[in-house]
């Protein structure tokens, strides 16, 4: 009798690639949706549990300040059959087809803005609607990791370990959600193109998902999209998959049109903004390095990377995930065939990390750490499917290496923050007893696969509670705005028409308590969005460069205490006040701790006086409010013209004046507008003239002009084009997923026949 040896390290893993070999469709189908959604319900049920050490957890920073406004205003808007298109109230602001982010085309923020502009609690509705993308991101991540081979149990972990990746979780999720929206929806288009390319999958899926990536508006969303698009016809080119591929190429195609339609105004809007650069240069800021990502596998550190926070911040940016020493479980000699089959992983892992080590400025592109969580996802999804397809039984040598990989990175973790060794420690001994737990189940056959799910279900929740115990909020501020909706309408009560803050709101002698009485009195960005006042002071990220320099304004709106002596004097080329031009009706003068005394430019609101026809209207603690004596239009109509010109039946919209000239002399005459000299403006009976201070519309009539009409009117650049491709794009996609249904009922119907 002979006696075969097997060698256990090429035994392959319990429960890793043992996958039944095939199951009648339907009942897969039915076990791959109820894995999906359990995936996505148990990353709800994680992210939940934030809230439990800070309420306003998912209420930090950019959503307080800026998403969460633009929502309400779209939902307000939506509610009255109409959506925001240009405000020249707004100023800076108020070019939405330019600025890209309100997500003016995508009938899923047009859902979130109707649910949470009907809703009365700012941080319930923002917490909802985060918790849901991240169940989104969770089943998308999932569906990925299966359409790579991964097994169920690991790409269950894939769904529950990218979503409470550091970065996603406490910059993403608890301020920057539009970048956490479009990192939730890429697995879904990646997911549908390989359907596409493997299983002759419908195209309008993965469309429908990449057109609402592009048109939430944020570029990095669609980049890192392009990379994947890049990735899968690589893996078709490598499969000799003609017609798949084509098609494949076809919906990038589609895509690539909607892109220009949201991008394409910005672009083209570019020369007179801020984001008008292209030069490449490193500033370190928001870059990480590769120490930090050393210490991706421990759970609670905080990686030495500079922000808009101090240095380290107070939270485990970098950190990805707890199960990544698993990879000392790989047969290398299996890793590359299952590598091969992966080209979009090894893309997209590949360009996200080139742009997160590379320089912080790349033209437009800044601040490398937002494009982490497309690395983390591609490192979480990869390891899953190696774990899956290429990893064997553990023996002694195997753990001791998976334990030396725990040491490791709690050794770099501990290089980043030496003080605080305890909680190294505790992050080390949390992710070494997971990965045992793992080692153990994966040593046995029977009951491994639901042993795996339910270590990385109870690790999920165990890893998230110790780091919100540790770090219970993002790094970035939380400004203290209220949560129900309806104080925002205390700030500047009874100010009619449009209106101007001076100085920082956010500089007060005591911290801002949520809730507190300061913003009772004034708001800050686009919290103004939820005032019953029009207020220029809202958020801008392209900035309209010569306005901001002139008034000395930043992108959330917060203007320089000095630009008040500015606002009242008079402009050089026509003669008139500033805030004349402007078309301001009310300032608001807000307190400046600490300011030298005396100095009546660095704190007006101390010193300052209201000039002759204005007075001061109110004052408390948080500054001083100067109205008109006579009150004046909103932006957006005539405020000066040269002399000899007489105008008459102006008539003003948001995006068009149109005028009768009744008067002008020999030499001709201008016309100055409250506009901002955004490209796309057209003129009709009149020529553009050069900008008055550089920013502010004019328009030269011609010496005979008289008894003609002029209309001045306004669409983004390429208008026409861009419509053309994004309703080009819908009707091609519509066509041709119902031709793939009609065709798909027909080949059943022969089947069967």
């Not at 002071?537 to 008034?551: M, R």
């Amino acid at each position: 009798m002979s006696v075969t040896r097997v060698d256990p390290e090429t035994v392959p893993v319990a429960g890793a690639t043992d996958e039944p070999a095939a199951e009648p469709d339907r009942r897969a189908g039915l076990r791959e949706l109820v894995w999906t959604v359990a995936t996505a319900v148990s990353v709800v049920v994680v992210a939940i549990l934030p809230l439990l050490f800070d309420p306003r957890f998912y209420f930090a920073d950019d959503t307080q300040a800026g998403a969460y406004p633009i929502w309400v205003s779209i939902g307000e808007h939506l509610r009255q059959g109409q959506l925001p298109f240009f405000e020249p109230s707004r100023w800076m602001s108020g070019n939405y087809p330019a600025e890209g982010q309100w997500g003016l085309y995508n009938p899923v923020v047009w859902l979130v803005g109707w649910f949470v502009s009907g809703a009365g609690d700012a941080v319930v509705a923002s917490s909802v609607v985060k918790i849901a993308f991240l169940g989104i991101a969770a089943g998308g991540a999932y569906l990925l990791a299966r359409s790579y081979g991964a097994t169920r149990p690991w790409a269950y972990g894939a769904g529950l370990l990218a979503p409470t990746a550091g970065f996603t979780m406490y910059i993403d999720a608890a301020s920057w959600v539009t970048a956490l929206f479009v990192w939730a929806l890429l697995p879904w288009v990646w997911w549908g193109l390989r359907r596409v390319l493997v299983h002759g999958g419908n195209p309008l899926v993965p469309f429908v998902a990449g057109y609402l990536l592009v048109t939430v508006g944020y570029v990095h969303g669609t980049l890192m999209m392009c990379f994947v698009m890049s990735g899968v016809l690589l893996e078709g080119l490598l499969l000799k998959r003609v017609a798949p591929t084509v098609r494949v190429l076809v919906v990038s195609c589609l895509l690539g049109a909607v892109a220009i339609a949201v991008y394409l105004p910005g672009v083209l809007t570019a020369p007179v903004t801020a984001r008008g650069s292209a030069s490449i240069f490193n500033t370190n800021f928001m870059s990480p390095d590769l120490s930090g990502l050393a210490t991706s596998g421990t759970p609670l550190t905080r990686p030495w990377m500079t922000g808009f926070w101090g240095t380290p911040p107070e939270a485990p940016l970098l950190y990805v995930a707890w199960l990544l020493p698993l990879v000392a479980l790989l047969s290398w000699s299996k890793v590359l065939d299952v590598l091969s089959r992966s080209a979009a992983l090894l893309v997209l892992g590949t360009a996200a990390a080139g742009l997160v080590f590379g320089p912080s400025d790349v033209g437009p592109l800044r601040f490398p750490a937002r494009v982490f969580p497309y690395l983390a996802l591609a490192i979480v999804v990869l390891v899953a499917v190696l774990v899956s397809r290429a990893a064997v039984r553990p023996t002694r040598s195997r753990v001791i290496a998976v334990l030396v990989l725990v040491a490791a990175g709690g050794a770099f973790a501990w290089f980043e923050i030496p003080d605080q060794w305890l909680l190294v420690g505790l992050g080390m001994t949390l992710a070494a007893l997971g990965l045992l737990a793992c080692l153990w189940f994966l040593a046995r056959s029977r009951a491994a696969a639901p042993g795996i799910a339910v270590t990385l279900l109870v690790m999920a929740v165990v890893v998230t509670g110790a780091q919100h115990w540790a770090f219970p909020r993002s790094p970035l501020p939380d400004f203290g705005l209220p949560a129900s909706t309806s104080d925002y309408s205390h700030a500047l009560q009874g100010v009619d028409g449009d209106a101007m803050i001076v100085g920082n709101p956010t500089m007060t002698s005591d911290p801002v308590a949520p809730g507190s009485e300061w913003w009772r009195s004034t708001l800050y960005a686009n919290a103004w969005y939820l005032s019953d006042t029009t207020v220029v002071n809202t958020y801008s990220p392209i900035l309209h460069k010569a306005f901001a320099e002139d008034l000395c304004v930043d992108a959330h709106g917060v203007v320089c205490w000095e630009t008040l002596e500015r606002l009242m004097a008079p402009d050089e080329t026509t003669g008139e006040p500033l805030v004349d031009l402007l078309a301001v009706n009310a300032v608001q003068v807000l307190a400046r701790p600490g300011a030298p005394a005396g100095d009546v430019s660095a704190d007006p609101y101390t010193y300052a006086v209201p000039p002759a026809g204005w007075h001061e209207a109110s004052r408390d603690a948080a500054g001083a409010v100067w109205v008109r004596d006579v009150p004046v239009e909103p932006a957006g109509g005539v405020v000066w013209t040269s002399d000899g010109v007489a105008l008459s039946d102006v008539r003003i919209t948001k995006t068009s004046v149109t005028l009768h000239v009744d008067e002008v002399p020999a030499g001709g005459g201008t016309i100055v507008f409250s506009r901002l000299n955004w490209p796309g403006y057209e003129f009709e009976g009149a020529q553009e003239a050069d900008p008055v201070r550089n920013y502010l519309l004019a328009a030269e009539v011609a010496p005979g002009s008289s008894g003609e009409d002029v209309t001045v009117s306004f669409t983004p650049p390429g208008w026409a084009f861009e419509l053309a491709c994004l309703f080009g794009a819908i009707a091609a996609a519509m066509v041709w997923g119902a031709a793939a249904v009609v065709a798909g009922v027909l080949a059943r119907r022969r089947q069967t026949v």
